[in-house]
């Protein structure tokens, strides 16, 4: 087995909490990325976009949040555990950050979709992947891949290091 490494997100920190790089009073530093745990399919999907337009848009938490509250009371569609499917979820993307634009890959195959989201984070850009079970459909953000650095040829990634809003909150680590 190669080395590992983990290759996250540009401008995220882990700084006990998950934090990202965006304009605020004094210049530029770190907010708090928002994470809330929940229970509702369409909130968590909701907030996995908010997650990666605040990395890449970069845009103050205040401002962010402002935009999460709109979007969750507008949506006369919500029926809180009522999967999204891509294109509702794009839909949300538009009012938070008209510039940014999102490709939809369809696949079952683990290999092309650690490729994908490997070749997203090391763009610069983020993924979003979502996973079904027999009683669940989710929606998490790729905040970054754990790969192998000196695997055989073939696809290096191992693993997805995801942010699943039903789930708890990272704390003082990555």
Known sequence: MGQLQHLFAAGVRFDTELQYRAPGPGGIQYHRLPIR?????????????????????????S??????RHATRSDPGDHHDTPIDEDALLRYLRPFAPSLTAKVLHSGDPRRIGRAALHAIRSGRMALVRFESPTACRWATVIGVELE?????GNPVRALLLLDASASEPWACA
């Open 37 to 61: 745990r929940s229970t509702s399919a369409s909130e968590c999907a909701i907030l996995s976009v908010l997650q990666c337009v605040a990395v890449l848009g970069r845009i103050p938490r």
């Open 63 to 68: 401002r962010l949040l402002g935009r999460w």
């Open 149 to 153: 650095r000196e695997g055989p040829g």
